[in-house]
């Protein structure tokens, strides 16, 4: 068999393991996961909000990355963009549009996470006031009964990164809180694309957070940050739930620890050991505003996704486990953009060639990127990424592919926005929209 019939066929088996979709106005998507035994835990949320201001529709966009468990995305996912909704629209209608500030919706975005935040703690402060005098009769009625997910969506936690586009297109809100990305992709001199982060990754890998969580706490407690990961299991410093560690410490010994979780050994260690002076992890969003019509003149592409992309780009846990790539991901993601790309820097970074529109001319271009960072022209290590023999449930071993969507949306110049919503909570995504004249 030739090479070029190796590779079709790969790609072909690697399409089979694609869930993609094209919406109305080219809103392509593709949601893939190769190893059976994961459970995804990430969630996206797409809405358009016809109720807030003239006859143009708002665009709300997230992207939400679970970890402990799927409740805290899934309840954030179904419940949060209702109560932004609200807050944005009796914001806009009790303001003189003469006197609009985008720094009011802004603040206004901070707030209503933190809230939503907080109102999940109190739920389970309310339901057990004292969790020491809690029986092991009395624990495990909780976790049959009723209010089970109550406990559970604190318990667990979540990332999100939102965006929230005005009815006119002229104003764009980026939320960051955790290490999900928001990334600007624009055309730079000549041809080519490169991409820029727009809110920073909220985890201990960052040094402005990993010295913000040493100098909250205690010099002498020096298990903060043990491996550098906080209490020895979670690398992200701000999520919403995740009140193991936001909460004080007999909540974790005597009630969420007993409830079950995809929490790691390690991390449930730690929470039970080392929890001294929460909180040690915050829902305090990071959010910044962006006057879209200065940005035209470079063709942007707003593109939002979760670390499954930057793992991928990396190739620590992949096919560059002795060489990581040091390229920022975000660049990286920006130039794959573009109808033209520099291969010669692809090709540094992922040590693989790409194609562009290897699955067609007018095909989805969700599945075109996803192909290229995972293997490119590579057929090898196509077949080994597909392969669940050799894929590992969490990052131990020697191949690992976190859930991974990609959302690539055509340009919004266009008057209609998207007419079909997806929904579905198995799907960890990444948006791509664009914004034309």
């Keep these: ?39 995804p835990e990430d969630r996206h949320v797409v809405e358009e909000w016809d109720d807030i201001q003239g006859d143009s529709p708002w665009l709300f966009l997230a992207v939400l990355d679970g970890h402990g468990g799927t409740d805290a995305a899934d309840y954030t996912a179904n419940h949060l963009p ?9 914001k806009i209608a009790n303001t003189n549009p003469e006197q609009f500030d985008p720094d009011s919706i802004s603040i206004l975005l901070r707030s209503e996470i933190q809230k939503f935040d907080n109102s999940l703690g109190k739920a389970v402060q309310d339901l057990c006031p004292r969790p020491k005098k809690l029986t092991e009769s009395q624990v495990q009625a909780l976790i049959d009964g009723p209010n089970a997910s109550v406990i559970s969506r604190a318990y667990c ?6 965006a929230l586009i005005d009815g006119d297109k002229k104003h764009l809100w980026v939320v960051g809180l955790g290490d999900s990305s928001a990334v600007l992709s624009r055309v730079q001199q000549g041809t080519f694309r490169n991409g820029e982060r727009l809110i920073k990754l909220h985890s201990t890998e960052t040094p402005s957070e990993y010295a913000r969580i040493k100098l909250d706490h205690p010099s002498y407690e020096s298990n903060i940050l043990k491996d550098d990961r906080i209490l020895g299991g979670l690398n992200v410093t701000r999520a919403i739930g995740d009140f193991c560690f936001k909460l004080h410490s007999s909540y974790s010994k005597h009630l969420f620890i007993k409830f079950p ?60 486990q002795q060489n990581p790539s040091t390229h920022d991901p975000a660049a990286v993601i920006g130039a794959l953009l573009g109808e033209f790309v520099d291969h010669q820097f692809l090709r540094d970074v992922f040590d693989h060639e790409v194609e ?22 590579d057929a090898e290590r196509l077949k080994k990424a597909l392969n669940p023999d050799l894929l590992s449930v969490r990052d131990e071993k020697d191949l690992y592919i976190d859930d991974t969507t990609i959302i690539f949306g055509g340009s919004i110049q266009r008057t209609e926005y998207l007419q079909e919503r997806s929904s579905s ?13």
């Design 82 to 90: 209702k109560l932004i909704r609200n807050a944005v629209r009796n």
């Design 157 to 162: 936690g979540t990332t999100l990164t939102a």
């Design 356 to 377: 562009l529109k290897w699955n067609g001319a007018g095909a989805n271009r969700a599945v075109e990127v996803l192909g290229n960072i995972l293997a490119g022209k």
């Design 425 to 437: 909570p198995w799907l960890n995504v990444t948006f791509v929209i664009a914004f034309g004249s």
């Design 1 to 39: 068999m030739s090479d070029t019939s190796i590779l079709a066929d790969a790609r072909a088996t690697f399409l089979s393991c694609c869930g993609s979709h094209t919406y109305p106005g080219r809103i392509d998507t593709v949601a893939f996961q190769p190893t059976p035994a994961r459970i």
């Design 261 to 320: 979780s995809t929490f790691s050994e390690v991390s449930r260690h730690g929470i039970i050991r080392y929890n001294h002076s929460p909180p040690y992890v915050t829902a305090e969003s990071e959010v910044r505003h962006f006057d879209l019509s200065s940005l035209r003149k470079d063709e942007p592409i707003l593109i939002l996704y979760t670390d499954g992309v930057d793992n991928i780009v990396n190739g620590q846990f992949l096919f560059r």
